[in-house]
């Protein structure tokens, strides 16, 4: 919902709206009467029961209109309850097989990552003072597995462990040092000579 939201201020500010905020009404009636395909129903829907009316929605049922019935304020009431639950009913419907898609398409993406004890290994950082600076943190050494996807994690500056997810880490491979030496005097003076410093 947030994100379908920034995505709509986006839109508003590229478009170089010079007073977008008098049209922020608009924008949030639009987001309240969006349908995500997560529920199958409009936010505005699931809290008050039904779909706010869109200027199309009103000329489509001028249109379309026959006559209307009178009927009681308990009987709207009633009916109103109704279609409530049986849309709340359906959206976690919605919700649950969309959830199943999700799983589906995160399970095809994503590799299977396991850690050996004492393996080291580097942690995304939660919080970042900018953007520049380091994304990951460590080294930190393995020292428990407590689950298939969780781990004990030390860190050799700190006293505490602290248990991070499998999505939070990623294998340590310490860089190559490349050691160069200049020998000042030869050992060995059998050697051809060489300048020395």
Not at 34 to 63: C, W
Request: aromatic letters at 8%.
């Amino acid at each position: 919902m947030l994100r379908t939201l920034k995505r709509i201020l986006r839109v508003l500010c590229l478009e170089a709206i010079p007073d977008w905020e008098k049209i922020l009404p608009q924008a949030l009636f639009a987001l309240r009467t969006f349908i995500p395909d997560s529920t199958g129903f409009s936010p505005a829907e699931l809290v008050h029961g039904k779909n706010q009316r869109t200027p199309v929605m009103l000329l489509y049922k001028k249109l379309t209109e026959e006559e209307h019935v009178e009927s009681s304020v308990v009987d709207y009431v009633f009916e109103l309850i109704n279609r409530m639950k049986i849309c709340q009913e359906l959206a976690i419907l919605h919700m649950e097989d969309a959830k199943q898609k999700q799983k589906l398409w995160y399970d095809r993406r994503t590799v299977k990552r396991q850690f050996q004890l004492g393996e080291l290994v580097l942690v995304i950082a939660a919080s970042r003072p900018n953007k520049l600076s380091d994304q990951w943190v460590g080294p930190g050494e393995i020292v428990q597995q407590l689950s298939e996807t969780n781990y004990v994690v030390k860190f050799p500056e700190k006293d505490k462990t602290h248990v991070y997810h499998v999505n939070m880490l990623k294998p340590y491979h310490q860089r190559e040092e490349n050691i160069n030496l200049l020998c000042i005097n030869p050992l060995n003076h059998d050697e051809e000579d060489l300048p020395s410093l």
